[in-house]
Antibody
Framework: EVQLVESGGGLFQPGGSLRLSCAAS????????MSWVRQAPGKGLEWVSV???????SYADSVKGRFTISRDNSQNTLFLQLNSLRAEDTAVYYC??????????????WGQGILVTVSS | EIVLTQSPGNLSLSPGERASLSCRAS???????LGWYQHKPGQAPRLLIY???RRATGIPDRFSGSGSGTDFTLIISRLEPEDFAVYYC??????????FGQGTKLEI
């Protein structure tokens, strides 16, 4: 059974840093495209970042240069390093698996989400 | 960047009625790469439709998707109480690689 479990959220100060983790089971993270998607309070879903199976990464303009996506193949875990935090980074962060070409590169499995609040 | 615009923003219907949700893209989207999600408060988004018209695993057949090019539609043929949620379309391709529509809130 595929499962994704996020951790690492909480309350953080503007300008601060944190690292989110997404522990995966039931499939191999390094063989998949893995994304982070966020939802700010009262807003819609916003794609944040992806790491492809080959290791290439891509970011939304809103986080480029501040956030870094990575993975640990031995732990089968996805990470998102968030630096230079801003109030507008406050959101529920979801990790999600891309189902691949046969699933239209849509996101077929999602974690339950983890809340990150940026406030002084 | 491909912008997805969903309409209506809010849709008020009753159980048993038919819902039609629209997703319009600013540029042509490959039908292979257009999906629809259901999102309820406090839950993870759930993939309903991929490849514009294919139901994901376990999705009831009252959900159907159609469309091509720049215009896509999600139909819920007969609303059940559990269908009231926010629905998003999403496309893959280009830069950025993934974009979501702003969502349609389906409410009673």
């Amino acid at each position: 059974e595929v499962q994704l479990v996020e951790s690492g959220g909480g309350l953080f100060q503007p300008g601060g840093s944190l690292r989110l983790s997404c522990a995966a089971s039931g499939f191999t993270v390094s063989s998949s495209y893995m994304s982070w998607v966020r939802q700010a309070p009262g807003k819609g879903l916003e794609w944040v970042s992806v790491i492809y199976d080959g290791g290439t990464t891509s970011y939304a303009d809103s986080v480029k240069g501040r956030f870094t996506i990575s993975r640990d193949n031995s732990q089968n875990t996805l990470f998102l390093q968030l630096n230079s935090l801003r109030a507008e980074d406050t959101a529920v962060y979801y990790c999600a698996r891309d189902g691949g070409y046969n699933y239209g590169h849509n996101l077929d499995y999602w974690g339950q989400g983890i809340l990150v609040t940026v406030s002084s | 960047e491909i912008v997805l615009t969903q309409s209506p923003g809010n849709l008020s219907l009753s159980p048993g009625e038919r819902a039609s949700l629209s997703c319009r893209a600013s540029r042509r989207v490959s039908s292979n790469y257009l999906g629809w999600y259901q999102h309820k408060p406090g839950q993870a988004p759930r993939l309903l439709i991929y490849g514009a018209s294919r139901r994901a695993t376990g999705i009831p057949d009252r959900f159907s998707g159609s469309g091509s090019g720049t215009d896509f539609t999600l139909i819920i043929s007969r609303l059940e109480p559990e269908d009231f949620a926010v629905y998003y379309c999403q496309q893959y391709g280009g830069s950025p690689p993934y974009t979501f529509g702003q969502g349609t809130k389906l409410e009673i």
